[in-house]
């Protein structure tokens, strides 16, 4: 006999085996087509994040070499020339950075990113991609008083392609511009942004602005030569110490390094996925395999030993996985486009829509090696079954001997899921940190519950209970306490879903509650200069309709030139107080972390507070300290005998607004502002502004008071916030997605074979009077127990950990709220009630004649 | 016991090993910290090509002793020989090759693997070890012999007791094994089938020189056979 015989017998007996198990076999199917979605579809996306962040690294950089950060002179062109001239450079070109205000047919107050450019020369790579008009280039598009605008930003104005606007620079006046053009959001211009011409922009200045200067500048070398490019760095660092010189070689290795680390966070992601879609594999292959314990004991009689065991159901684990390999590398592709999308609009990239055919191919492979592993347990312990006990119906009872082989196989079974882990991530330690992380924690939460079922199932009954009800109860505790390996596994398979969708809602509920607060309720922020405008610009606002809260801070910079006498040189900005008139820094403002809050007792001293968290760690400041601190302008630096004031630390604070900046990191009486700036002390008014009128207001003042006043809109910002978080949140439910459907799985399965080792019992209790709607209630009772015990102890730790995270990553302090807890645990409870009664419904109807007679 | 006129004379002794020998078996099993004896020092002897009966009250250690002269459990004391080879002191690897090729067994409950036709039913066995010919060839062969020739392409849930029951002798004959020992054959099957299994048996027998061992409680089966061996409460009759 050959090998291809018994390849044609093992392929027919697992194909009609699969198609009897009918739905339990696409559970199976189902479960492994979960995890390979979740790892396909996210190692598509870390894919296109590659192309997108090194495919053109030119046109990301700007050219060879950029050079930002620092204001650069414009007579300093003079020494790009003469580099150009002496060959060391191919070409560059210069941007000036500019802030402003617009209006189309709807305002937007703040555009933070307005570049002037040489459009002949602008850019040196990395051309926009124009949307409108259908064929252009910046060259063609930027002239007389036209503006190219980027997408996001003319839909925002509301313009198209040959529409008026109106553009006030920060240091310019109000003017009528033209839309010459729209471009794409992506590569150097993702952010939204407007472009002008050089000759557009010094039109618009005012005559008072300050001298003309370069923000960024781009450079190629002849031959765009890596070596050449670093040399050209090391004279360009060494002309402006100040700048930023960054080539492509820079840049490349910081976005590989970058990539690396969004691909490991998806591929685990992806495997955790994976994991649990595994757990559903084994699960549901026991329940495939203990329904033939017939079949296996019968083999076994006839001479099959292990190893055709093995091969005879290996075939069939084969077809479960290729087949769900497929299913999954499908939808994998569709689930990549969307999580790309959302990807794209939380981190403003631009990905290109790629599909890898190896990374398909791999995860249909994936999908047949993990249905092998995840299936290896079931088929080898399926093969331990003694023929003798099972042909007589003898019980097995739980042998020493077969709890060791369970728990070696366990090991075996990590083991191999390593080796797969390994071979994804090829990161041997990350991929060992992945399984012994989630071992250890899956073997503590089993733990954990294991004690948990122990406790529950031996509950007393209230003896108030009906009589009819207080048996069921008691069958469904003791019920709930039989297999409690099995219940362990399938409480974990919900506690982890339960507690993903738990700390999503909590803590995206939590932060939305924070903004909400008084304290929190700052949305825009309006800047006067000159503080002998500020009589005249701030009575205005009290009769601004859509202004429903302000309060006034005098800020300015300063430079710290001394710490406890010792040359230090730092800065920040100082946020000054009416502490003689109440103006006090408030508790809902900020936290106090340690010392105390400035009062109405410091009003006329030298007290100060500092931000803790924003402060140079190597200064390494403490209370008491004694900082000496100068004036510092925004674009002046420190002035010439500008007076030195010493200042004492009496307390450290950390800010409570979630978006809202603060002006400074140090925060004193408005005296301390007086001395130190004087009338160079600009003012900062906060302000909460109806959402809706926000731009209006802001830029209505922007207009009445050009140069004078600057502003930040906030609403804008949070709105854009709150899309990037939705979209966070989007995403974390989806990844949530796969870990819930394989827990339904593993649920379903729980229920099936439960109802299948219970049908001599239940057959038993029939004859004896039960009926099937008794039976069918235990069923349901135990499954609300299980879902409740699961949902209350996922949301118990959800609710830590979103407290927790609150605090570390947004520094704020957020609720719990008890509505969400008792929605989610009940909903747990509900879930498990339903797949129960979907299980369960027609085994409770076994005929009792049906079951004893024959078995 | 007296062989029933018609059957052949049992194999004089010595000249080949017997099909089966057990000597002395003995089980027990645990009841709470005790013991009790289900088989107390059974020896049993079936020479190549006789038709045995094990017959006996209910709870008398039939089945239990089926079960170790099969290979499917292990006695506490005594030894069991399969074709001339000692099971009882072989490794599982080792009994699942003598299960495969020397000895076939025929269940009271049929037992056929429900998604296989009645032709890969009789196959099952010959996709392990060492097998001359084609399994296919094989199994047509055998059914023909059984009278189901008509019947290959049914699975089990299309086929009556009898031709389940026809299947189950069929595969448990596909190795050409030493014995075939069968339990309660008859159990599940109405009169009519009941008394068609002992002129099948018969009938294979003369035909392959198969020998058999069949537990049963029907008379006519236990008529049929060569020789009866009695047990009662765990002990040979005499």
């Known amino acids: ?855 | 016991m007296a062989a029933p006129s018609g059957a052949p004379a049992q194999a004089p002794a010595g000249h080949q090993p017997p099909a089966l020998e057990a000597r002395a078996i003995c089980k027990s099993l645990p009841f709470a910290r005790a013991r009790i004896e289900i088989l107390k020092g059974i020896s049993v002897r079936i020479a190549s090509g006789e038709l045995v009966a094990l017959v006996g009250p209910s709870g008398s250690g039939k089945s239990m002793l089926l079960g170790i002269l099969a290979g499917l459990d292990m006695p506490n004391s005594g030894q069991v020989f399969v074709a001339g080879a000692d099971i009882t002191q072989m490794s599982e690897s080792r009994l699942a090759v003598v299960r495969n090729q020397q000895i076939g067994m025929v269940f009271q409950a049929f037992n056929l693997i429900p998604t296989l036709t009645a032709q890969e039913n009789v196959e099952v066995p010959l996709y392990v070890g060492r097998h001359p010919g084609k399994p296919a060839r094989r199994a047509r062969e055998l059914l023909g012999l059984v009278g189901l020739s008509h019947r290959l392409g049914n699975k089990p849930s299309q086929l009556s007791g009898g031709e389940q029951q026809r299947v189950a002798i069929a595969r448990a004959l596909a190795t050409a094994p030493a014995i075939v020992i069968m339990d309660e054959p008859t159990g599940n099957l109405d009169k009519t089938n009941s008394a068609n299994v002992p002129q099948l048996i018969r009938e294979l027998r003369a035909a392959m020189g198969a020998t058999f061992l069949i537990a049963t409680h029907d008379a006519e089966v236990a008529a049929a056979a060569d020789r009866a061996i009695a047990i009662v409460d765990g002990m040979v009759a005499a």
């Not at chain 1, 995860?363 to 312990?381: E, H, M």
């Not at chain 1, 140079?616 to 400041?621: G, R, T, V, Y």
């Not at chain 1, 008890?818 to 129960?836: D, F, H, M, N, Q």
């Open chain 1, 1 to 855: 006999m050959n090998v291809g015989t018994n390849l044609g017998f093992h392929g027919r007996y697992a194909t009609r085996s699969l198609a009897r198990e009918g739905s339990r076999s696409l559970l199976a199917i189902l479960c492994v087509a979960v995890g390979v979605m979740a790892v396909v579809a996210l190692q598509l996306v870390a894919n296109m994040v590659n192309v997108g962040l090194t495919g053109n690294i030119r046109g990301l950089n700007g050219g060879d070499i950029a050079v930002t950060g620092a204001r650069i002179p414009a007579g300093e062109l003079a020494y790009f020339d003469q580099l150009q001239q002496a060959g060391t450079l191919a070409t560059y070109t210069a941007v000036t950075t500019t802030s402003g205000a617009a209006q189309g047919r709807h305002p937007v107050a703040r555009i933070d990113r307005i570049f002037s450019v040489d459009p002949a020369t602008f850019p040196l790579a990395g051309a926009p991609a124009v949307e409108a008009p259908s064929s252009g280039s910046l060259a063609n598009l930027l002239t007389g008083a036209s503006v190219v605008l980027t997408a996001d930003l003319a839909q925002q104005l509301g313009v198209a392609t040959g529409d008026s606007m109106t553009l006030s620079l920060a240091e310019g006046r109000p003017a009528t511009v033209t839309v010459g053009g729209i471009i794409a959001n992506n590569g150097l211009f993702a952010e939204p942004q407007i472009l002008l011409a050089r000759a557009t922009y010094l039109a618009l200045r005012s005559a008072t602005a300050p001298p003309l200067s370069y923000d960024e500048v781009y450079v190629d070398v002849p031959g765009h030569s890596p070596a050449r490019a670093s040399a050209v760095q090391q004279q360009l660092h060494s002309r402006f110490p100040q700048a930023d010189v960054i080539t492509t070689t820079n840049l490349l290795r910081s976005n590989q390094e970058q990539v690396q680390g969004i691909r490991s966070f998806l591929q685990v992601v992806g495997l955790v996925a994976l994991l649990i879609g595994g757990m559903g594999i084994l699960n549901t292959m026991q329940v495939l395999l203990r329904r033939r314990r017939m079949e296996v004991a019968l083999l076994k009689t006839v001479g099959y030993r292990r190893g055709n065991l093995i091969a005879l159901f290996g075939s069939e684990a084969l077809l479960i996985g290729l087949a769900g390999g497929l299913a999954g590398a499908g939808l994998g592709i569709a689930g990549a486009f969307v999580v790309k999308r959302f990807v794209e609009q939380a981190f403003s990239l631009a990905l290109p829509s790629q599909i890898d055919p190896v990374t398909v191919g791999a995860g249909v492979a994936l999908g047949a090696v993990t249905a092998l592993i995840f299936g290896l347990l079931p088929i080898l312990q399926a093969s331990q079954v003694r023929p003798q006990a099972v042909l007589r119906d003898q019980p097995e009872g739980a042998r020493t001997a077969s709890r060791l082989s369970t728990l070696l196989l366990g090991l075996l079974l990590a083991a191999l899921f390593f080796g797969l882990t390994e071979s994804i991530l090829r990161n041997t330690l990350l991929a060992l940190e992945l399984v012994v992380g989630a071992g250890a924690v899956l073997g503590l939460l089993g733990g954990l519950f294991l004690l948990l079922i122990f406790l529950v199932s031996h509950l007393p009954v209230a003896a108030l209970l009906p009589r009819a009800w207080k048996t069921h109860l008691r069958l469904a505790l003791r019920n709930f306490g039989r297999s409690r390996a099995r219940t362990a596994t399938t409480e974990v398979a919900l506690f982890t879903s339960v507690f993903a969708v738990g700390l999503i809602l909590m803590l995206g509920q939590g932060l939305k509650d924070q903004y909400a607060k008084p304290g929190n309720a700052w949305n825009a922020t309006l800047g006067i200069v000159d503080s002998a405008d500020y009589v005249t610009v701030a009575p205005q606002l009290a009769h601004t309709a859509g202004v429903t809260r302000q309060e006034t801070f005098r800020i300015s910079g300063y430079q710290i030139v001394a710490i406890n006498g010792a040359t230090v040189q730092s800065g920040g900005g100082m946020e000054g107080y009416d502490l003689t008139h109440g103006q006090l820094p408030a508790p809902l403002d900020i936290t106090l972390d340690r010392g105390r809050l400035l009062g109405s007792s410091d009003a006329g001293t030298r007290n100060v507070m500092l931000a803790s968290g924003n402060l140079d760690p190597a200064l390494h400041f403490a209370l008491g300290d004694h900082i000496t601190v100068q004036f510092t302008g925004k674009f002046t630096g420190v002035p010439a005998n500008s007076p030195a004031l010493t200042l004492t630390v009496v307390g450290f604070y950390t800010d409570n607004r979630v978006f809202a900046e603060r002006e400074g990191n140090l925060l004193a009486d408005n005296a301390v502002l007086t001395q130190l700036a004087g009338d160079k002390a600009e003012y900062s008014i906060a302000l909460h502004l109806d959402p809706a009128r926000a731009d209006a207001v802001l830029t209505q003042f922007v207009a009445a008071y050009p140069g004078t006043v600057w502003v930040h809109n906030y609403a804008d910002l949070l709105s854009q916030v709150a899309a990037y978080f939705n979209n966070i949140m989007l995403a974390l439910e989806a990844v949530v997605v796969p870990a819930l459907l394989a827990a339904i799985i593993i649920i379903a399965d729980a229920v099936a074979l439960a109802m299948l080792e219970r049908r001599r019992e239940q057959g038993i209790l029939k004859a004896v009077g039960y009926t099937s709607r008794g039976i069918l209630a235990q069923t349901l009772i135990e499954q609300g127990i299980a879902g409740m015990l699961a949902g209350l102890l996922a949301m118990g730790c959800a609710a830590l950990a979103a407290l927790a995270l609150a605090r570390i990553s947004f520094q704020v302090e957020i609720g719990v709220s008890l509505l969400v807890v008792a929605a989610v645990v009940l909903g747990s409870a509900a879930l498990c009630v339903t797949i129960g009664a979907g299980v369960a419904w027609s085994a409770a109807r076994v005929r009792p004649l049906e079951v004893l007679r024959y078995e």
